[in-house]
Structures are given as structure tokens and as C-alpha cells.
């Protein structure tokens, strides 16, 4: 059985983590101010510390030991700890702080989510922030994401969600196109169809699930036109291009105009809106606040665009 001698520091641990992240004994003493004969002096006493090289280095390549592996594993999980410990012994319910990194798709981020983290920041001075906008799936504890507002109802097992707001995705065309091409009347019809494409988050290419009143439905569709990008897609379907499957939330402006006109009311995707977070935040006092922010004002932001 190993003993060492002394207990790891918390510092070490960080340098240990900065080293790991960019791979680089000097970019993390660039980063971090220092000399590289500090980073590699302290690397070292935590490797002496804990009795095992965590680093196979050589000139050109540095990479985990499998010892490392299982050191980098704990030394998230200290510091995170260490970290909720401060924040517990000096903040006060009202005063929460510390710093929280935010994602969320490209469009409903920018629209929605943005402002309200604007008013969040302005309520909550103590709290830094950092907001992604991402388009794809993403690992949030290995990406070190504190809070994804995520649109859609496939939440990961490991994860804890709290649902913002209701949503619904449907499909519409614009008047130009249903005049040229006919309007679809059983779901089978939009085989015959142009369809809008996009890569969701959470969802098969071009495969489009449903609920109605006959129960869950799916169906693959095609078309000359996709994308990752969903406001590409609104436009092409504005421009006449073919049918699109879209949240409510993007498209309730162009209903109302007529610019867009719902095809096959009987049918539409559930989508909310929800805060999803690591089940190790759970006891965060800021990320609880940043979510309650948000669930009490999102839904209100949301009907003001309706």
C-alpha cells in the first residue's frame, strides 16, 4: 500500500489541471505568469507527493499516466469542492458569487437567453459569466459547462433538468410555396414534399418524430436544403423553399404576419426549454440562483414575443 508523505496543495492540483488542459508546460507558465521551471518544480512535488508520475513527457508530447488519468479525475472534483466550500462560508443568500459558463444554441441564445443574463449579471453583481452559443451535443462535465439551456426533451440520464418554459415545434410554409406545391393533409405527404432540413442538438438527421392524437409518430423526410443553422432554414422557408419543422418561439412573429402558415395542425414536436446542469452542482448557490433567474422571467420573455 502506497503512503506519501504529504498531502497534495490545492495550487498543485491547479497547475496539474492547467498543464493537462493546453498540453504545455509553457503555455500554462505563460498563462499563469510564472516561470516553466515553477510549473515543472511543482508538477514534481505532486507527483512526489502522491508517489506516482502522472506525465509521460518527452521534448515534443506530453500525456496522462494512467495514474494521471485517475489524478486528473479527483483533482476536478477537489477543487470544484474547495471552490463550493468558499462560496458556502462567504456568501449570503442574497449575494450569491463566483463564475458560471453558460451555453445554449446559437438562435434561441442570442434572442432570448442573452438578455435575460444581462438582467441576470445587473441583479446579481458578484457573479461572472461566460455564455457559449453551440449548436451540437455536448459533454458538459468533461467541456466544464456549469448550466446548458437546451431546447428539447432528451436530457441525458447524468445530468438534473428543470424545465424553463413550454415549447412546441411545428411545421409551416410560406403561402408562395403551399400555392406552387399544395398543401400536405396526412403526414405520409410530406414525401412528396421539399423539406427543410436541420441538424438539431438532439435529433436524427431528416427524421422527424411527432405526437397527435394517434400517439407518437415518425416519419423520414428529404429535400434540397439543410443545415445546422436555424436561422438559414427559417429564411428558406420564408423564400419559398419548402416546409420546415420549428420551434414555436422563432417563428410565432411570421404566423401572425402571414409570412409563414401552419401545414398539419394535428401533429407537432414537445421541445421545452430547460436549464440542465451536472448533478454535482446541485448544492451551487449562484447556479441556483441563475436558474431561478431564469425560470421566472424566460416564460414571461417568451409570451412578450408572441
Known amino acids: 500500500m502506497n503512503h506519501f508523505q504529504n498531502f497534495p496543495q490545492t495550487n498543485d492540483l491547479y497547475i496539474f489541471l492547467m498543464v493537462v488542459k493546453n498540453r504545455s508546460f509553457i503555455q500554462t507558465a505563460d498563462a499563469l505568469g510564472v516561470s516553466r521551471a515553477y510549473i515543472s518544480k511543482r508538477i514534481q512535488t505532486l507527483e512526489t507527493n502522491l508517489g ?9 508530447t506530453l500525456a496522462l499516466t494512467p495514474q494521471g488519468e485517475k489524478a486528473h479525475q479527483w483533482a476536478q472534483e477537489i477543487l470544484l469542492n474547495v471552490q463550493q466550500m468558499a462560496e458556502d462560508l462567504t456568501e449570503n443568500s442574497h449575494q450569491p458569487q463566483g463564475h458560471l ?7 434561441f441564445g442570442r434572442r432570448y437567453v442573452a438578455p435575460l443574463l444581462s438582467d441576470f449579471v445587473t441583479q446579481y453583481p458578484n457573479i461572472t459569466l461566460r455564455f457559449d452559443t453551440i449548436d451540437q451535443l455536448q459533454d458538459l462535465i468533461a467541456e ?26 411545428i411545421l409551416c410554409a410560406s403561402p408562395q410555396y403551399l400555392e406552387r406545391c399544395g398543401r400536405p393533409e396526412h403526414l405520409t405527404d410530406l414525401l412528396n414534399h421539399d423539406c427543410l432540413i436541420i441538424e438539431e442538438r438532439d435529433a436524427p438527421y431528416a427524421l422527424w418524430k411527432f405526437t397527435s392524437a394517434m400517439g407518437e409518430q415518425q416519419i423520414k423526410v428529404s429535400g434540397k436544403l439543410s443545415s445546422n443553422n436555424g436561422e438559414l432554414i427559417r429564411q428558406w422557408a420564408l423564400d419559398g423553399h419548402g416546409i420546415m419543422l420549428r ?6 412573429e411570421d404566423l401572425c404576419q402571414g409570412s409563414l402558415i401552419r401545414v398539419l395542425d394535428d401533429y407537432w414536436q414537445d421541445a421545452d426549454i430547460w436549464a440542465v446542469y451536472p448533478t454535482r452542482l446541485n448544492h451551487s448557490a449562484k447556479l441556483k440562483s441563475c436558474v431561478s433567474f431564469l425560470a421566472a422571467h424566460l416564460p414571461d420573455r417568451l409570451k412578450q414575443s408572441d
Not at 506516482?52 to 515534443?60: E, K, V
Not at 459558463?101 to 438562435?107: C, F, R, V
Not at 437546451?150 to 440520464?157: K, L, S
Open 52 to 60: 506516482y508520475q502522472l506525465l509521460h513527457r518527452t521534448t515534443r
Open 101 to 107: 459558463t453558460i451555453t445554449s444554441s446559437l438562435g
Open 144 to 169: 466544464h459547462v456549469d448550466l446548458d439551456i437546451h431546447i428539447g426533451n432528451h436530457i441525458a440520464p447524468d445530468m438534473i433538468a428543470k424545465r424553463l418554459a413550454h415549447n412546441r415545434r
Open 247 to 252: 420551434s414555436q418561439w422563432d417563428i410565432h
